[in-house]
């Protein structure tokens, strides 16, 4: 390739670079959160506020919206980095031919037809087939392969999938090991890497099930305001007679009075507040929606390494004709020098190339770093020590073994390790006590493979080892020569053990209804093995493996979905991810997906919530998922469940808490229409702003940090459609919480006129009676304040007791309840305040009968909380 034919060839391929398309504008961003319907509402109530006279309150109520439009709008634009963070994978040069030279060339310029040069160390810069020679390759990233794989030049390009070409290597993959030299086939936005970019790009975040509910009730609640509104102009022009002025400043208040100001800043500091929480126990969240979204989550697709497992490969038993089965997981005798052992040991740390630094950093295969710490366990050294290789047989997909050709003290031995299938045929012989050899007989055969057997049935990988000694010059042996006639020195089972905390979250998980299904790109008997063992499924559990997902059509795989509770998906590509969380969504589950490579990203975008993992993962995946594991640990996953479970219990609450103070602040407006105006109104228009945005805010925010409420990891999880504001929930509200404070309030109202001397129909307009007037909706004001201090308590819990929950375990709410009495006591007693919201100061048998009002209102709910409590257990 010449310089002058690269150049050509960039204006026809464009530079090897990942890029974002169709980037979209900022302030269309900004504009969307501005514009959503709560947004809308609390528009509505800043005008309304305005038209008022209370501008101060307006204010407040605009400054709320530009504060909760500004934290969406960072957190949208934090999501949209995915694409960036896979270019970090794209080295910034490569060694290249270019005018018959080898040259460091700028990767961007590389173009198809060049020839690169790979070696030991070094990531691919772009797609390319191997000319000549063989390396072995860091694949994680793109298919999620936990070891490395042979790339050859005499490989073959038949296989199914392009990943598994043996002769090519691919964009943002590292070379462990070798040399070869390639020709780029593709560039940029069309290797394999770019294909996911542009998957992770395509596929966008829905609006969590929170978000949607919201949304819908929004709407629900401003045309309810609305047609309330313009209702009463009629009813107050002509059965009241009213001025129109008068009319309209009433409808004003009316619309007021369904707004819930509060409601969009309290369900955002919510969540804020569980994202706090999350962080604390180790799982970050970069969308705030997450937080419910993970209540709601049905089924979890994990990835298997580092997630379910400490991925730290170790040998857990070692078999050899002398010894039999050793356990290694424990205190372990030191073997002799010339045991079986020693000799099993021995072959093991030579035949490898990974390396356990003094001070205990590991580089290497986690195969061959198993056995490594397997020597140390047997008091023999791990350093290869004495062992200098003059050869080595790389290892191989297609033969599962490795050999090398090692000078020891003793002379010159080849050593060999691999699957037991492939080894065993390979030996002849068989190790005897003192360093001895016999022929391998068949029933000695047949027992090896019993035990072999065995332990693949438990998941183990398993690994033969063997040797033969070399005469003559080693350095004319062929693979074949070197690997026949081996001495077989035993086998081992290795395990990449499960984390010890996984499987009691399984439990929990089972126990909340919660569907677990693995999906890898490992072996799929590994992964069952490990799935049994953490107690996902058992060993009939279903396996899927990639290439028998390819062709399953969409109906044969929604039916998989629905009759087999918990899967493994193995070798599993990016697009299987990708229609696994579809497939799953379609059956109206909310799924959680984790995982840790580049080829994760697609799905962990798709996914109802994306979890990344913190220290294995990738940049991409923790840029294109919505939570990040600073732990990568399955237990926080379970965590965050929990967490996101309380969140949206304590949102309910707080929605109750809020609603609750809807019916007592329009019944009042209703009694004034019904009444034609022959009393006068009970409330005003300041006074429902001061409940709204003053008296009821704290303590809404101390129910957003309500504690767990007992059994929320016993129930099963609710559908994808259920709304976050049902039926029972409105009636609990509205009817009984609300009803009750109504008839309190307006008993109170109407104590406070008919003690003063007024009579029905009489004028309030001037003169003691107007005082009176005041004074009455004073007592109305009050009345909500003191309604809200029992609903308050009552909305702590959905269906346990208040003495399960305790009367004092959230001290924020003790503190809220404070502020609304002292904020309360501001508004009655001091007297700008009383000029702004129309109130005198309560006579002392007036303070007196709002005492008995939360205790009443609370007992109520308590009552039908303890019948509903007797009802169930009945059942």
């Given at each position: 390739m010449t310089d002058r034919e690269a150049a050509r060839r960039q204006v026809v391929y464009g530079p090897n670079m990942l890029i974002r398309r169709g980037r979209r504008r900022w302030p269309r961003q900004i504009l969307r959160q501005l514009t959503q319907p709560l947004a809308l509402l609390l528009w509505l109530a800043a005008v309304l506020a305005y038209v008022t006279g209370a501008g101060a309150l307006a204010a407040a109520i605009i400054a709320v919206i530009l504060l909760n439009a500004a934290f969406a709008f960072i957190q949208e634009r934090h999501a949209e980095h995915a694409v960036e963070a896979l270019a970090a994978y794209l080295p910034p040069s490569a060694r290249a031919i270019r005018d018959g030279k080898e040259a460091l060339v700028d990767a961007r310029l590389l173009v198809p037809g060049d020839v690169i040069f790979i070696g030991e160390g070094d990531r691919v810069s772009a797609d390319a087939r191997l000319l000549e020679g063989s390396v072995e390759m860091d694949v994680s990233a793109l298919t999620g392969e936990s070891l490395p794989v042979l790339r050859s030049a005499e490989g073959d390009s038949l296989?199914?999938?392009?990943?598994?070409?043996?002769?090519?290597?691919?964009?943002?993959?590292?070379?462990?090991?070798?040399?070869?030299?390639?020709?780029?086939?593709?560039?940029?936005?069309?290797?394999?890497?770019?294909?996911?970019?542009?998957?992770?790009?395509?596929?966008?975040?829905?609006?969590?099930?929170?978000?949607?509910?919201?949304?819908?009730?929004?709407?629900?609640?401003?045309?309810?305001?609305?047609?309330?509104?313009?209702?009463?102009?009629?009813?107050?022009?002509?059965?009241?007679?009213?001025?129109?002025?008068?009319?309209?400043?009433?409808?004003?208040?009316?619309?007021?009075?369904?707004?819930?100001?509060?409601?969009?800043?309290?369900?955002?500091?919510?969540?804020?507040?569980?994202?706090?929480?999350?962080?604390?126990?180790?799982?970050?969240?970069?969308r705030i929606s997450a937080v419910e979204t993970l209540g709601s989550t049905s089924v979890i697709c994990t990835d298997k390494t580092g997630t379910l497992t400490m991925n730290r490969m170790r040998a857990l038993e070692v078999w050899t004709p002398e010894s039999g089965i050793l356990g290694l997981d424990g205190v372990v005798p030191a073997a002799p020098p010339g045991s079986d052992l020693a000799r099993l040991a021995t072959a093991a740390v030579a035949c490898s190339s990974a390396r356990i630094a003094p001070d205990g950093a590991e580089t290497g295969d986690p195969t061959e770093l198993a056995f490594l710490h397997a020597a140390s366990a047997l008091g023999l050294p791990s350093d290869r020590a004495g062992v200098a290789r003059l050869a080595q047989f790389h290892f191989d997909p297609a033969l599962r073994r490795m050999s090398t050709v090692d000078a020891l003290a003793d002379g010159t031995w080849v050593h060999c390790k691999g699957a037991p299938e492939e080894i065993v045929p390979l030996c002849g012989w068989i190790s005897e006590p003192g360093g001895g050899r016999a022929p391998l007989v068949e029933p000695v055969r047949d027992r090896v493979f019993e035990t072999v057997d065995a332990w693949a049935k438990q998941g183990l990988r398993v690994l033969a080892v063997a040797e033969r000694a070399v005469d003559g010059n080693p350095a004319s042996l062929t693979r074949r020569e070197a690997e026949s006639g081996l001495t077989l020195l035993g086998v081992a089972a290795l395990l990449d053990p499960p984390r010890p905390e996984v499987p009691a979250a399984v439990a929990s998980c089972h126990a909340a209804g919660i569907r677990l299904m693995i999906v890898t790109g490992d072996h799929g008997l590994t992964a069952r093995g490990i799935a049994a063992r953490v107690g996902i499924g058992n060993e009939h559990t279903r396996v899927v493996s990639g290439t028998e997902l390819d062709h399953m059509p969409e109906a044969e795989l929604d039916a998989l979905l629905m009759a087999n509770r918990e899967m493994i998906f193995a070798r599993s590509s990016p697009e299987a991810k990708l229609r696994i969380a579809d497939a799953l969504r379609?059956?109206?589950?909310?799924?959680?997906?984790?995982?840790?490579?580049?080829?994760?990203?697609?799905?962990?975008?798709?996914?109802?919530?994306?979890?990344?993992?913190?220290?294995?993962?990738?940049?991409?995946?923790?840029?294109?998922?919505?939570?990040?594991?600073?732990?990568?640990?399955?237990?926080?996953?379970?965590?965050?469940?929990?967490?996101?479970?309380?969140?949206?219990?304590?949102?309910?609450?707080?929605?109750?808490?809020?609603?609750?103070?809807?019916?007592?602040?329009?019944?009042?407006?209703?009694?004034?229409?019904?009444?034609?105006?022959?009393?006068?109104?009970?409330?005003?228009?300041?006074?429902?702003?001061?409940?709204?945005?003053?008296?009821?805010?704290?303590?809404?925010?101390?129910?957003?940090?309500?504690?767990?409420?007992?059994?929320?990891?016993?129930?099963?999880?609710?559908?994808?459609?259920?709304?976050?504001?049902?039926?029972?929930?409105?009636?609990?509200?509205?009817?009984?919480?609300?009803?009750?404070?109504?008839?309190?309030?307006?008993?109170?109202?109407?104590?406070?006129?008919?003690?003063?001397?007024?009579?029905?129909?009489?004028?309030?307009?001037?003169?003691?009676?107007?005082?009176?007037?005041?004074?009455?909706?004073?007592?109305?004001?009050?009345g909500i304040v003191a309604c809200q201090i029992g609903t308050a308590f009552a909305a702590r819990t959905q269906t346990a007791s208040l003495a399960q929950i305790g009367l004092g375990t959230n001290r924020l709410l003790l503190w809220g309840i404070t502020f609304e009495i002292a904020f309360s006591a501001a508004i009655v007693y001091i007297p700008p305040l009383q000029t702004i919201f129309g109130t005198v100061a309560p006579a002392p048998w007036q303070l007196l009968l709002l005492i008995p009002f939360p205790f009443i209102v609370w007992g109520a709910d308590e009552g039908v909380r303890s019948i509903r409590r007797h009802r169930a257990r009945r059942d």
């Amino acid at each position: 390739m010449t310089d002058r034919e690269a150049a050509r060839r960039q204006v026809v391929y464009g530079p090897n670079m990942l890029i974002r398309r169709g980037r979209r504008r900022w302030p269309r961003q900004i504009l969307r959160q501005l514009t959503q319907p709560l947004a809308l509402l609390l528009w509505l109530a800043a005008v309304l506020a305005y038209v008022t006279g209370a501008g101060a309150l307006a204010a407040a109520i605009i400054a709320v919206i530009l504060l909760n439009a500004a934290f969406a709008f960072i957190q949208e634009r934090h999501a949209e980095h995915a694409v960036e963070a896979l270019a970090a994978y794209l080295p910034p040069s490569a060694r290249a031919i270019r005018d018959g030279k080898e040259a460091l060339v700028d990767a961007r310029l590389l173009v198809p037809g060049d020839v690169i040069f790979i070696g030991e160390g070094d990531r691919v810069s772009a797609d390319a087939r191997l000319l000549e020679g063989s390396v072995e390759m860091d694949v994680s990233a793109l298919t999620g392969e936990s070891l490395p794989v042979l790339r050859s030049a005499e490989g073959d390009s038949l296989a199914e999938r392009l990943l598994d070409a043996s002769d090519m290597v691919f964009s943002g993959t590292s070379c462990t090991g070798g040399e070869a030299t390639a020709v780029v086939f593709a560039t940029g936005m069309r290797t394999e890497l770019g294909r996911i970019a542009a998957l992770s790009e395509r596929v966008g975040h829905d609006k969590s099930p929170l978000e949607q509910q919201v949304t819908r009730v929004a709407r629900v609640i401003a045309i309810v305001a609305i047609v309330m509104g313009a209702a009463f102009i009629p009813v107050g022009t002509l059965l009241a007679g009213l001025p129109l002025g008068d009319t309209l400043s009433f409808a004003i208040g009316l619309l007021v009075a369904n707004v819930p100001e509060g409601l969009l800043p309290t369900i955002t500091l919510a969540l804020a507040v569980g994202v706090r929480l999350l962080a604390r126990e180790g799982a970050l969240v970069k969308r705030i929606s997450a937080v419910e979204t993970l209540g709601s989550t049905s089924v979890i697709c994990t990835d298997k390494t580092g997630t379910l497992t400490m991925n730290r490969m170790r040998a857990l038993e070692v078999w050899t004709p002398e010894s039999g089965i050793l356990g290694l997981d424990g205190v372990v005798p030191a073997a002799p020098p010339g045991s079986d052992l020693a000799r099993l040991a021995t072959a093991a740390v030579a035949c490898s190339s990974a390396r356990i630094a003094p001070d205990g950093a590991e580089t290497g295969d986690p195969t061959e770093l198993a056995f490594l710490h397997a020597a140390s366990a047997l008091g023999l050294p791990s350093d290869r020590a004495g062992v200098a290789r003059l050869a080595q047989f790389h290892f191989d997909p297609a033969l599962r073994r490795m050999s090398t050709v090692d000078a020891l003290a003793d002379g010159t031995w080849v050593h060999c390790k691999g699957a037991p299938e492939e080894i065993v045929p390979l030996c002849g012989w068989i190790s005897e006590p003192g360093g001895g050899r016999a022929p391998l007989v068949e029933p000695v055969r047949d027992r090896v493979f019993e035990t072999v057997d065995a332990w693949a049935k438990q998941g183990l990988r398993v690994l033969a080892v063997a040797e033969r000694a070399v005469d003559g010059n080693p350095a004319s042996l062929t693979r074949r020569e070197a690997e026949s006639g081996l001495t077989l020195l035993g086998v081992a089972a290795l395990l990449d053990p499960p984390r010890p905390e996984v499987p009691a979250a399984v439990a929990s998980c089972h126990a909340a209804g919660i569907r677990l299904m693995i999906v890898t790109g490992d072996h799929g008997l590994t992964a069952r093995g490990i799935a049994a063992r953490v107690g996902i499924g058992n060993e009939h559990t279903r396996v899927v493996s990639g290439t028998e997902l390819d062709h399953m059509p969409e109906a044969e795989l929604d039916a998989l979905l629905m009759a087999n509770r918990e899967m493994i998906f193995a070798r599993s590509s990016p697009e299987a991810k990708l229609r696994i969380a579809d497939a799953l969504r379609e059956l109206g589950h909310v799924v959680a997906m984790t995982g840790d490579g580049v080829n994760d990203a697609p799905a962990l975008r798709r996914a109802d919530i994306g979890i990344a993992m913190g220290r294995s993962g990738t940049d991409v995946a923790r840029e294109a998922s919505a939570m990040v594991l600073t732990d990568d640990d399955f237990a926080s996953v379970v965590n965050a469940v929990r967490s996101g479970r309380r969140v949206y219990d304590n949102v309910r609450k707080f929605i109750v808490y809020i609603f609750a103070h809807a019916t007592p602040e329009v019944v009042p407006f209703l009694l004034y229409a019904v009444a034609g105006g022959a009393i006068p109104l009970p409330l005003t228009v300041m006074q429902i702003l001061a409940v709204d945005l003053g008296t009821e805010t704290l303590p809404a925010l101390a129910l957003g940090r309500e504690p767990e409420e007992p059994g929320t990891m016993e129930r099963p999880p609710r559908e994808r459609g259920q709304n976050v504001i049902d039926g029972p929930m409105l009636a609990r509200a509205w009817g009984l919480l609300g009803g009750i404070s109504a008839l309190l309030v307006t008993g109170a109202f109407f104590t406070t006129l008919l003690a003063g001397g007024w009579h029905y129909g009489e004028s309030t307009a001037s003169g003691y009676l107007h005082f009176v007037e005041v004074q009455a909706t004073t007592m109305t004001f009050l009345g909500i304040v003191a309604c809200q201090i029992g609903t308050a308590f009552a909305a702590r819990t959905q269906t346990a007791s208040l003495a399960q929950i305790g009367l004092g375990t959230n001290r924020l709410l003790l503190w809220g309840i404070t502020f609304e009495i002292a904020f309360s006591a501001a508004i009655v007693y001091i007297p700008p305040l009383q000029t702004i919201f129309g109130t005198v100061a309560p006579a002392p048998w007036q303070l007196l009968l709002l005492i008995p009002f939360p205790f009443i209102v609370w007992g109520a709910d308590e009552g039908v909380r303890s019948i509903r409590r007797h009802r169930a257990r009945r059942d």
